[in-house]
């Protein structure tokens, strides 16, 4: 089959048919087909293969799952509390901890050669894809051409798709063991594929990153990840603190960092087996229930994990977790 005559052999089968009304309203934004055409002629602009591009692209439809996800945004009702009670739940530390010993060695490599400590890599892990035991059942080439169709940022997404398919053109994964979200989010770090290509790195040795099934891969990526958003080795990412009366945490600006010794003058006072921070450490003071409920300060390497995820209840997960795995 010539390349000019490769996505007319994909099914013409018509959105409206595919995805009743709401697929009849996307379809007026242009045809699934027309679309895979588009991503075909800019994958092969930057080299991708027509044997993968054809394997990739022959026959995809749009997922009426994708669209019902993508469109469904539940109100954020839950608390810290909550949130937290949840994710650092008996059983997921207790799974962290079995991970933990079984991964010792692979972690001390790690460090050395990222400078990262284990116990964020390993919440980053439990919290993403409960250490790897679930990592999205959904394809990714068919949810990013979804996405990159249907979404309100298409060109976010048609971008990644293109980068997906440069993945597999690698010989990094086939499209059939290419999964992930319904967002599109890969394997156990839940990579974006522009991601992937930037940061996933071959920790085991065979060549092409392997973040779907090989455990060393998956935790050196998130291991560069963090390296990359500038983790410093051996400072912590933050501590649970307790106010004393005398402080003013609503007159404290949650986004100004000061000196940690600053808020110990101020009334703010550590708990037993904190952990090693300098005096002059740029510090900030978060309170993610609000005045009366529990308060964190917060240190550089913190934001590194919010790089991950801009989320302050993820990222305080993802440190708590790590203490109590490590512990």
Do not use: C
């Amino acid at each position: 089959m010539r390349r000019r005559t490769l996505l007319h052999a994909i099914p013409a089968a018509s959105a409206t048919l595919l995805l009743g009304s709401e697929g009849a309203a996307m379809a007026a934004t242009g045809s699934f087909q027309s679309f895979l055409v588009e991503v075909d002629r800019l994958a092969a602009g930057q080299g991708v293969s027509y044997a993968t591009r054809r394997a990739a692209l022959v026959g995809l439809q749009p997922n009426s799952d994708v669209i019902r996800l993508d469109n469904y945004q539940p109100e954020f009702t839950q608390t810290w509390a909550q949130y937290s009670a949840k994710r650092l739940s008996t059983a997921r530390v207790a799974a962290g901890q079995q991970k933990y010993a079984q991964s010792q060695q692979v972690l001390a490599a790690i460090r050395t050669e990222y400078g990262v400590d284990p116990g964020v890599i390993l919440g980053i892990w439990g919290l993403e894809t409960n250490y790897g035991s679930y990592t999205g059942g959904f394809s990714v080439v068919q949810a990013l051409a979804t996405l990159g169709w249907t979404s309100h940022r298409p060109a976010y997404f048609r971008s990644e798709l293109i980068a997906a398919l440069r993945i597999i053109d690698s010989g990094a994964v086939s499209p059939q063991g290419m999964t992930g979200s319904y967002a599109g989010a890969m394997g156990q770090p839940q990579f974006m594929p522009s991601v992937y290509l930037k940061l996933a790195v071959s920790f085991s040795g065979q060549g092409r990153p392997n973040i779907w099934t090989d455990i060393p891969d998956s935790l050196a990526s998130i291991g560069n990840y963090l390296h990359v958003s500038g983790w410093k080795q051996g400072l912590p990412w933050g501590e649970q603190v307790i106010l004393g009366p005398g402080v003013d945490a609503p007159a404290i600006d949650p986004d100004q960092a000061m000196p940690l010794s600053q808020f110990l003058s101020m009334g703010v006072r550590r708990l037993p087996g904190h952990p090693y921070a300098p005096s002059t450490l740029p510090t900030r003071l978060i309170q993610p229930d609000g005045a009366g409920g529990a308060a964190y300060l917060v240190y550089p390497n913190y934001k590194a994990i919010r790089r991950y995820n801009p989320s302050d209840f993820y990222a305080l997960s993802v440190g708590l977790l790590g203490n109590l795995v490590t512990a």
